[in-house]
């Protein structure tokens, strides 16, 4: 079945949901930052850049 | 009781009913996603109840417990759950064969390098005086698993969460599955800060950012694997069910 003719199915977000409008994609942008920021420094400690 | 003893019993606490409810899951389901998931998180609630039980007394054993389980394995085994629920592939198989070895390598290390009894101190968080317990030696070589096997927890587990909450969102469904992979993430992401907070000499963020993550991740599971009304009638396959 078409993802599309299966979402129909599916519960769907609120309409002009302040939420899910403009709260979860700049919380998922900046989960991906911090994610990126981590792996970064996990990478500085594993090369030697940053000292423990 | 002090802060550091109530913080990671309550951790040790949710983990517990957090791992029973997904390998109940798993004898339903066979699903090994869901055996990963539960070996991981009980590898989490070992490394809590360890720092509860380091805060009462001196165990060399429970000590290499909570370095093994709480700060080496469990993340890698959890994201190897997410990464067989986003991956349907034979060499995914190979993953969790090569995750299986390097742990018992990690095992073995850990097993095998001097701990200084005398370098405990009753009374202080194990979290704020494990680098006076194993020697520098030692400790830069067991550093080399920590930080391969953390940081590809954090790319599996919060990647897969992020990836699949986007997914759902870009397509205007299950806004159960968006809110409760949005909770996965932030709980991983609080314990792998403070993780990497420890790491720097900051120890005592540590169970605070355990705790976090224990009730983020156990509730945006519960979010998300909650069947909605249109669900309920065929249920569907997705990320993080």
Same mark, same amino acid.
């Given at each position: 079945?078409?993802?599309?003719?299966?979402?129909?199915?599916?519960?769907?977000?609120?309409?002009?949901?302040?939420? !899910?409008?403009?709260?979860?994609?700049? #919380?998922?942008?900046?989960?991906?930052?911090?994610?990126?920021?981590?792996? /970064?420094?996990? /990478?500085?400690?594993?090369?030697?850049?940053?000292?423990? | 009781?002090?802060?550091?003893?109530? $913080?990671?019993?309550?951790?040790?606490?949710?983990?517990?009913?957090? %791992?029973?409810?997904?390998?109940?899951?798993?004898?339903?389901?066979?699903?090994?996603?869901?055996?990963?998931?539960?070996?991981?998180?009980?590898?989490?609630?070992?490394?809590?109840?360890?720092?509860?039980?380091?805060?009462?007394?001196?165990?060399?054993?429970?000590?290499?417990?909570?370095?093994?389980?709480?700060?080496?394995?469990?993340?890698?085994?959890?994201?190897?759950? %997410?990464? !067989?629920? $986003?991956?349907?592939?034979?060499?995914?198989?190979?993953?969790?064969?090569?995750?299986?070895?390097?742990?018992? #390598?990690?095992?073995? @290390?850990? @097993?095998?390098?001097?701990?200084?009894?005398?370098?405990?101190?009753?009374?202080?968080?194990?979290? &704020? &005086? !494990?680098?006076?317990?194993?020697?520098?030696?030692?400790?830069?070589?067991?550093?080399?698993? %920590?930080?391969?096997?953390? %940081?590809?927890?954090? #790319? @599996?587990?919060?990647?897969?969460?992020?990836?699949?909450?986007?997914?759902?969102?870009?397509?205007?469904?299950?806004?159960?599955?968006?809110?409760?992979?949005?909770?996965?993430?932030?709980?991983?992401?609080?314990?792998?800060?403070?993780?990497? /907070?420890?790491? @720097?000499? !900051?120890? &005592?963020?540590?169970? /605070?950012? *355990? $705790? $976090?993550?224990?009730?983020?991740?156990?509730?945006?599971?519960?979010?998300?694997?909650?069947? &909605?009304? *249109? *669900?309920?009638?065929?249920?569907?396959?997705?990320?993080?069910?």
């Amino acid at each position: 079945m078409p993802d599309d003719l299966h979402a129909k199915k599916k519960s769907h977000m609120p309409e002009n949901s302040l939420v !899910y409008e403009k709260v979860i994609p700049v #919380v998922l942008i900046l989960m991906g930052v911090l994610t990126i920021a981590l792996i /970064l420094f996990a /990478l500085g400690i594993l090369l030697g850049v940053i000292r423990l | 009781m002090s802060i550091n003893q109530i $913080l990671p019993f309550i951790s040790t606490a949710i983990m517990l009913g957090f %791992t029973v409810y997904v390998f109940q899951r798993y004898f339903v389901r066979r699903a090994p996603h869901f055996l990963f998931w539960g070996i991981g998180l009980a590898m989490f609630g070992a490394g809590s109840f360890s720092e509860v039980y380091l805060s009462l007394a001196w165990s060399r054993t429970v000590f290499v417990i909570w370095y093994l389980f709480g700060a080496i394995l469990n993340p890698a085994w959890i994201g190897q759950g %997410t990464l !067989y629920l $986003l991956v349907r592939r034979q060499w995914v198989h190979l993953v969790a064969g090569a995750l299986i070895l390097a742990s018992l #390598v990690s095992a073995g @290390l850990m @097993l095998s390098i001097p701990i200084d009894d005398q370098g405990f101190h009753l009374g202080t968080p194990i979290s &704020q &005086q !494990y680098k006076a317990i194993i020697p520098a030696a030692s400790f830069n070589l067991i550093l080399i698993p %920590t930080i391969i096997f953390g %940081t590809v927890g954090l #790319v @599996l587990l919060v990647g897969g969460a992020l990836y699949s909450a986007f997914l759902f969102w870009r397509k205007r469904v299950l806004p159960n599955r968006v809110v409760g992979n949005v909770l996965i993430a932030v709980g991983a992401l609080s314990v792998a800060t403070a993780s990497e /907070l420890t790491h @720097l000499g !900051y120890g &005592q963020f540590l169970y /605070l950012g *355990e $705790l $976090l993550a224990a009730i983020l991740m156990f509730i945006g599971f519960l979010t998300a694997a909650r069947p &909605q009304p *249109e *669900e309920a009638a065929k249920p569907v396959p997705a990320a993080a069910d």
